[in-house]
């Protein structure tokens, strides 16, 4: 399964976290890298890893360890057998994270008023554009490509993402 998630820097409500906020979050298991941005990245990579579980259950980041490293100018992290990698932009930090399969993503930069549609029709073009015809639904709370095929969604601020398994463009 893949598990993305997406953090607007210039969000309005955004505020810096301090190290008493990184103890909300931190497990004892974490192991950290030297950041400016330690909270997001910590934050950003336990929900891309909760997401990959894709179960409905309530969202507890101190009970998801993450080690996170630096590796040949990247940030990856990985927690019980889950690998994952963050993208740190000016404005936005993205982590996907997956189970050894791989996976694409489009990330989109934009306002809107309602994201649940505008994510969905950015889904169904990207797919369009490859021709492949596609909806989105939901199975539970989780959302489903055509039904049948799980995708990963993920919006903050002016940032959506959505990753999906490469295996969906041979179906």
Do not use: C
């Amino acid at each position: 399964m893949i598990g993305i998630d997406i953090v607007d820097l210039s969000d309005p409500l955004f505020r810096e976290r301090t190290n008493r906020s990184l103890d909300l979050i931190s497990s004892e298991d974490d192991q950290f890298i030297d950041h400016p941005k330690l909270f997001w990245l910590l934050w950003s990579a336990k929900e891309a890893v909760f997401k990959t579980k894709r179960k409905i259950t309530a969202f507890a980041p101190k009970n998801i360890p993450i080690a996170l490293r630096k590796e040949g100018g990247k940030i990856k992290f990985e927690s019980g057998g889950i690998e994952g990698e963050i993208l740190v932009g000016e404005k936005s930090i993205f982590s996907i994270a997956g189970d050894n399969q791989a996976f694409d993503y489009s990330v989109v930069n934009e306002k809107s008023d309602n994201w649940s549609t505008t994510i969905r029709n950015r889904i169904t073009s990207h797919f369009s554009e490859k021709g492949i015809s596609a909806t989105v639904s939901k199975s539970g709370q989780l959302p489903m490509l055509n039904d049948r095929l799980p995708i990963s969604i993920t919006h903050h601020g002016e940032f959506a993402a959505f990753a999906y398994p490469k295996s969906i463009l041979k179906a």
